[in-house]
Nanobody, 121 residues
């Protein structure tokens, strides 16, 4: 069993900053990547930022320059620091983890339940 839990969402004013955290736990043998996705009402879920096991990062164009993804100090954790937030950043933010649960197990995606980020005056 693998659990993925996000935290840190809330209400923030335009131009403000917010930090999100994600922790994966359970039967994790190896984590290959962790990523933040978001989904706004009426829109498809889209990737915001991704970090691989070796520390390489990728960002969506809409978020580039305004967000930073980093691995947490604890095992299987990841953070997303956001600044200069816009109204369009309002969405449910989901943590995605690509991992395998055993040395010979399959590589699978696991999702958290999401955390709401509301950017509003």
């Amino acid at each position: 069993q693998v659990q993925v839990v996000e935290s840190g969402g809330g209400l923030v004013q335009p131009g403000g900053s917010l930090g999100l955290s994600c922790a994966a736990s359970g039967s994790i043998f190896s984590t290959y990547s962790m990523a933040w996705y978001r989904q706004a009402p009426g829109e498809q879920r889209e990737v915001v930022a991704l970090i691989t096991r070796d520390g390489s990062t990728n960002y969506a164009d809409a978020a580039k320059g305004r967000v930073a993804i980093s691995r947490g100090n604890a095992k299987n954790t990841v953070a997303l620091q956001m600044h200069s937030l816009k109204l369009a950043d309002t969405a449910v933010y989901y943590c995605n983890v690509v991992l395998r649960t055993g040395a010979t197990g399959p590589v699978s995606n696991y999702w958290g339940q999401g955390t709401q980020v509301n950017v509003s005056s």
